[in-house]
């Protein structure tokens, strides 16, 4: 791709004002302008490795928009989102290899092309019927010839309890599947057990000199890395996705865990003065109150 002198085609740095409206070919003159020689310090020197981060969060920040249930706040985390793909496709343009042009070619052409219920002889008139078409014609754009290359695909970079789910559902497609719930709420205790064998066989290991201490934890690790993989299945299978259940509960911790210390300091107590059993009944109460509040 020839791009020549890029910043020649750019608008004059006084063209750029505050108004009720924009065009995309506006926000990307921005974008191209705070990378240009007359440009912003921090835009200039960044990179697709140092942006890297900046993808992940403000995706996560988008995230958060839809729990939050604002639309403003949305259409905000929307417009973050936004500027990492153009400031990508800006890197991309000045380096002689794509465009934000070919960006949106790109997923044009993917959307008419997996979409063969609409746009071609394929028929789909449920949403897992929709999904294994899109499965199958990405299997044959990407020339996988087996579904191990379809597991392998599936993105290393993601939190590993949404990678692990894509993995498994992944796996399902050709049937490698337990039939129902039951399987891997079994297997979640069968795990269980062999955490606890684990850790009593590597004790031993390691007081007989026969382990060391770092081995002993890395077999730990990997009894602990099954059962998470299990309870990610059962959750799969009770149609829970497992990241989102996590940071759920996560922020129901922090909120029960806020609540405990604002009612020991009513009492003229911190935690750090409590033992756990005191804790927990103040735990115990804040659970009820939740209860209560639910039900008022």
């Avoid at 020649?8 to 990307?28: G, M, T, V, W």
């Avoid at 343009?93 to 002889?121: A, L, P, Q, Y």
């Avoid at 949404?162 to 979640?188: E, H, L, M, N």
């Avoid at 210390?261 to 107590?269: C, D, N, R, V």
């Amino acid at each position: 791709m020839t791009t020549g002198n890029w910043q020649d085609r750019l608008p004059p740095a006084n063209s750029f004002k505050l108004k009720d409206h924009y065009s995309i070919q506006e926000f990307i003159d921005i974008m191209a302008f705070l990378r240009s020689d007359q440009g912003c310090p921090w835009d200039k020197v960044q990179t697709h490795t140092s942006l890297r981060k900046n993808l992940i969060e403000e995706a996560y920040e988008a995230i958060d928009a839809i729990d939050s249930g604002d639309p403003d706040r949305l259409c905000d985390e929307l417009g973050d989102v936004l500027m990492q793909v153009v400031l990508h496709a800006q890197l991309a343009m000045e380096d002689g290899k794509f465009n934000f042009d070919d960006v949106v070619t790109t997923i044009s052409r993917k959307m008419i092309s997996r979409h063969t219920h609409i746009f071609g002889d394929d028929h789909a008139e449920t949403p897992d019927q929709v999904i294994n078409t899109w499965e199958k014609n990405k299997l044959k754009e990407k020339g996988f010839q087996n579904q191990s290359q379809v597991l392998a695909d599936v993105p290393l970079s993601l939190p590993a309890l949404q990678r692990s789910y894509k993995v498994q559902q992944k796996a399902s497609q050709v049937g490698f599947d337990w039939d129902d719930a039951s399987g891997p709420r079994d297997k979640i205790s069968e795990e269980l057990m062999e955490i606890e064998l684990e850790l009593h066989t590597t004790h031993q290991a390691v007081q007989d000199g026969l382990l060391t201490p770092e081995n002993a934890d890395l077999q730990v690790a990997a009894e602990m890395g099954d059962l998470l993989f299990a309870v990610v299945n059962y959750a799969r299978h009770l149609k829970v996705q497992p990241e989102m259940a996590l940071n759920k509960t996560t922020d129901k911790f922090i909120r029960r865990f806020a609540r405990v210390e604002e009612m020991a300091s009513l009492h003229g107590q911190t935690l750090e003065d409590m033992d756990l059993a005191a804790m927990d009944l103040l735990w115990e109460q804040v659970k009820l109150e939740e209860k209560r509040g639910v039900q008022a």
